[in-house]
């Protein structure tokens, strides 16, 4: 049987780019159960509550929702339960001391196989104010009228 090869997103948290401003990702492994990885390659998974916390020089990642493997007995995991990231103990100083500064967190963005094997994009992120996300959508809106005039333009030349 060949190994898989690429990338396959299983699921993938927009709010975060709209609640955090993004300051820099990293990739790390899960360590999953058997009955995780399989729900994980029909699709199920939601990470729209979770975060990671640093906790005695480990990464764990908190609040992802995997669901139960449907075809599971009483070997089944736990959907909400705290998952070890794996990452080099230099990159996990170094979200240590970022963190350490204060109004940071880590944040998951999208969970995907990744040649066969589960990972996470985790971002370390700062929380947006009201007015940041307004700032956002209103730059948003005007790139998007620009476009728009710019191809009425072009459609009106030929």
């Known amino acids: 049987m060949p190994r898989e090869t690429g990338r396959k997103v299983i699921a993938s948290n927009r709010k975060a780019r709209h609640d955090y401003t993004v ?43 995997i669901p139960e493997y449907v075809a599971g007995t009483w070997t089944n995991h736990a959907p909400r339960r705290v998952r070890k990231l794996l990452l080099h103990r230099a990159e996990i100083e170094k979200l240590i001391g970022k963190i350490k500064e204060g109004g940071l967190t880590l944040v998951p963005l999208s969970l995907y196989f990744s040649d066969g094997r589960a990972k ?26 620009i476009a728009r005039a710019y191809g009425r333009n072009l459609k009106g030349r030929r």
């Open 23 to 65: 300051l820099d990702t990293w990739e790390a492994g899960i360590v999953l159960t058997g009955t995780e990885v399989k729900s994980l390659r029909a699709g199920r998974a939601s990470l729209v509550d979770g975060f990671g916390l640093v906790d005695d020089g480990e990464v764990y990642l908190h609040g992802v929702h």
């Open 120 to 145: 996470v994009e985790l971002a370390l992120a700062r929380g947006k104010k009201a007015w940041d996300k307004r700032q956002d959508m209103a730059k948003r809106d005007a790139n998007r009228e």
